[in-house]
């Protein structure tokens, strides 16, 4: 799992080819630490040239999150070159929520 900040989350996400996994994580979320082992997890099993999985503190990067309309957390998002395709947000982002999304891009 790839930790992104400000400075690389264009070149890694929006200038990427193919699927890219992003963790929208912020400190002191409950949520967000409670989905993260899960979310790791799937990296583990669905992480190949297929889907790259990275993860994003928007605590130390709020503007860049406000760009990408992210303005609730937790938030599993799909982008493929470059552009978000699908996203698990909030209360929807449960471990079997995440994973059924991921199936349906590997």
């Known amino acids: 799992m790839l ?7 264009e070149k890694e996400v929006l200038q990427a080819t193919g699927k890219v996994v992003v963790d929208f994580y912020g400190n002191g979320c409950v949520s967000c630490e409670a989905l993260m082992p899960h979310v790791h997890a799937l990296a ?4 190949s ?3 790259k999985f990275c993860a994003l503190n928007t605590s130390k990067a709020r503007r860049l999150a406000i760009g990408q309309k992210i ?3 937790p938030v599993i998002a799909v982008y493929e070159n470059g552009v978000m395709i699908d996203s ?3 209360e929807a982002a449960t471990p079997a929520a995440v994973e ?3 199936k349906k891009y590997c």
């Open 49 to 51: 040239d297929t889907l």
């Open 44 to 47: 583990e099993k669905y992480g």
């Open 71 to 73: 303005l609730g957390l």
């Open 88 to 90: 698990c947000v909030k």
């Open 3 to 9: 930790e992104l900040d400000k400075t690389t989350f």
């Open 100 to 102: 059924a999304m991921l």
